[in-house]
């Protein structure tokens, strides 16, 4: 922990959705806490919110992840901390070649790019600290090819191999690394990846309010991949089991 004696974590993705709500959390346990997005009003709502609630510091950092320079000034801007949630992603539904050449580029970008950038920034920092914890929020995706969401589920495959790679090398280090992998939940995540949550999805979905609070209490035991939702858990383990041209099917029909 930093000399202050008091946590510190930077929340990406904290205007909104699961971020939003790992920020609740974090700050209901007394973290300082640096948030960041692109939207300015609603990081000074939750910023305002927080302070009122508990006597923690909350920084408000505006800026664009999916650009190189956003993640650099974002970290010049942070300083040290001890909890690393990289938490900012989307995902565009539709066939491949359909979407926007541009904004599944940036996806990469944001997803990938800007989650490495600052795992490694700050994972090092932490291993020479002797102590940290990072949460990469990947999905339920990350365990499966995804038509007609190909580029997102790809992303999400990544995040999850990346996560279970450095949770391994900074096993012994005093750093812990973290998947979050959730299933459906009710966010601005729908709005911008153009789907609607069908019955189905909605009957399983979890709260985001629920996501949060496992995914801190993993982070907190170190544990390497989290799965919230009694109904997502067992899809990993299905996925092995079945031929991947029927899972590819069933994620077909599931996006449509
Ligand atoms: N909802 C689900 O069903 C679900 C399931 C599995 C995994 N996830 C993952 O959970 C994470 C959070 O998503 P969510 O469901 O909470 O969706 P959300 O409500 O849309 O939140 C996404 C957050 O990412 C931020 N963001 C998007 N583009 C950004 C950019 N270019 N630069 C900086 N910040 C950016 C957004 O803020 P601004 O728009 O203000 O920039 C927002 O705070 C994502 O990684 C998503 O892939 C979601």
Known sequence: MLSSQKEKALVTGASSGIGREIARVLGSQGCDLVITARRK????????????????????VVSDLSEQVGVENLIRDTGEIDILVNNAGFGFNGEHLSLNQEGQLNMIDLNIRALTHLARHYGAEMKKQGSGKILNVASIAGYQPGPKMAVYCATKAYVLSYTR????????????????????????FQEVAGMDLGALELSGAVPAEKVAKTAVKAMRKGRRE???????????????????????AVVKRLMS
């Open 226 to 248: 989290v799965i919230p939702g009694w109904l997502n858990k067992p899809i990993p383990y299905a996925n092995r089991l079945i031929p991947i041209s029927l899972n590819l």
């Open 41 to 60: 009003a609603e990081l000074e709502s939750l910023a305002k919110e927080l302070t009122n609630r508990h006597s923690i510091e909350v920084k408000v």
């Open 165 to 188: 790679a450095l949770h391994s090398e900074l096993k012994k280090s005093g750093v812990s690394v973290t998947a979050l992998c959730p299933g459906f939940v009710e966010t601005g």
